[in-house]
């Protein structure tokens, strides 16, 4: 009897020890099955086909960002996923991966540092006024009055230099001659370029273009000033027909307001030539002759003409003479002048007028040339003046070198009347 009930016991234990053995076996292969498909969080080993959600989706984000950036093939690299689900790299196994999704993988594998620096690149996105060039803005002066033909020029201030760059490119169908001398019935322009009020004592004036009505400069003026003092003047050309035996011809002008034109950028003009009207700052040119004969020490000034000279305000008409007063080193050694012209605002003299100056005092002269109205009652009204002598600036002194290095020879030029 007892044998019987222990071996039943026997057998009970020994099908639950079975039953439990069976269930912890089946509970261990399931938890191998599991771990055989998800790796553990410190990195990803693909095998298969089997991938994790999150690893396609971060891999996937970071191949639009990489081919909005540029089209550049990096290594692949092992990878791990960081706290903020983007990828960084590790010392482990290369990755393995499909053909199709190479580029992902090789895209992944940069780290967190190497994105962020694509994304958030400081100088993405600045203005760079090199890749934007701006086209000249063309402006057209024109008038409802009678023109003398046309001006093409480009004006742009230039910041770096702090000048007023005139870029005088040419003229177009400007009016006949009126010299019955000359057949083919073109003159021979060129242009004076000067602002109002005036920056400096320089003379900017053109090349002479032969016999065409259609002169062709492309010649550059540069003016001195602050880009402020230059937007408060006034841009003048005057165009002439140069002749080489008589008065220079006004043909027109044309002014420019700079108030009204931006020139920080560069600004292409076509401008109609007005008639040049007489500018209460002008007082007319004189053309004076000058030479030196170094035997005799004598220095002659041949005064021809003057042209275009300002009526005084007290007459209606001018009776103008010149009077020309030697100066050695500040003292006024001499004085003569010239006969008076009646009535006339374009005299002509050619008179000579003769001073005994020695050579070594001539680096010590200076000419002053007085244009005045001859008054028979009181004393004569100033129309204009100019000063020739070796310390001079522009024309006044040009003249004096050209006759010291042509003794003996006269050098004559027109010389600009001021105040």
């Not at 004393?379 to 310390?391: A, K, T, V």
Request: proline letters at 5%; charged letters at 25%; glycine letters at 6%.
């Amino acid at each position: 009897m007892f044998s019987l009930v222990g071996i039943g016991v026997l057998c009970g234990i020994s099908v639950v020890a079975i039953i439990i053995a069976v269930i912890l076996l089946c509970r261990l292969y399931r938890k191998r099955s599991h771990r055989t498909c998800i790796p553990p969080f410190g990195g990803y080993d693909a095998i298969g086909d089997c991938k994790p959600p999150s690893l396609i989706s971060v891999t996937s984000t970071s191949q639009e960002i990489q081919i909005s950036k540029e089209q550049r093939t990096v290594q692949p690299r092992s990878t791990s996923v960081s706290s903020r689900g983007s990828i960084s790299t590790m010392s482990r196994g290369s990755i393995k991966s499909d053909p199709l999704t190479e580029d992902t993988s090789s895209i992944s594998a940069r780290s967190d540092t190497s994105v962020d620096s694509y994304v958030f690149d400081p100088s993405f996105g600045a203005i760079r006024p090199d890749l934007y060039p701006r086209k000249d803005a063309v402006l057209q002066q024109s008038s409802l009055d009678r023109c003398y033909g046309r001006l093409h020029t480009r004006l742009k201030y230039d910041f770096r230099t702090s000048d007023l760059v005139v870029h005088l490119i040419e003229a177009q169908d400007l009016p006949p001659t009126e010299n019955p001398d000359l057949d083919v019935g073109f003159g021979d322009p060129y242009i004076k370029i000067f602002l109002d009020p005036v920056v400096d004592e320089r003379v900017r004036q053109s090349s002479v273009k032969r016999k065409t009505a259609n002169p062709f400069y492309n010649e550059y003026f540069k003016f001195p000033a602050t880009y402020d003092d230059i937007r408060t003047r006034t841009l003048v050309f005057q165009v002439y027909d140069y002749d080489k035996y008589s008065r220079h011809k006004s043909i027109g002008e044309v002014k420019i307001d700079l108030s009204k034109v931006e020139t920080s950028n560069s600004v292409e003009m076509w401008c109609d030539i007005l008639k040049q009207q007489q500018d209460y700052t002008d007082y007319g040119e004189l053309l004076l002759s000058l030479s030196y004969l170094p035997t005799a020490e004598r220095l002659t000034v041949v005064v021809m003409k003057a042209k275009d000279l300002r009526v005084p305000s007290t007459t209606s008409s001018t009776d103008p003479y010149v009077r020309i007063t030697l100066i050695v080193e500040g003292k006024k050694v001499k004085r003569k002048k010239t006969t008076v012209k009646k009535g006339t605002l374009n005299p002509v003299w050619n008179e000579a007028l003769s001073f005994n100056v020695p050579a070594d005092l001539l680096p010590k002269v200076v000419l002053e040339c007085h244009l005045i109205d001859n008054n028979l009652i009181r004393q004569g009204d100033f129309i204009g003046c100019c000063g020739i002598g070796p310390e001079r600036d522009g024309n006044e002194g040009r003249h004096w070198n050209d006759m010291m290095q042509n003794q003996r020879k006269s050098m004559a030029m027109w010389q600009r009347l001021h105040k």
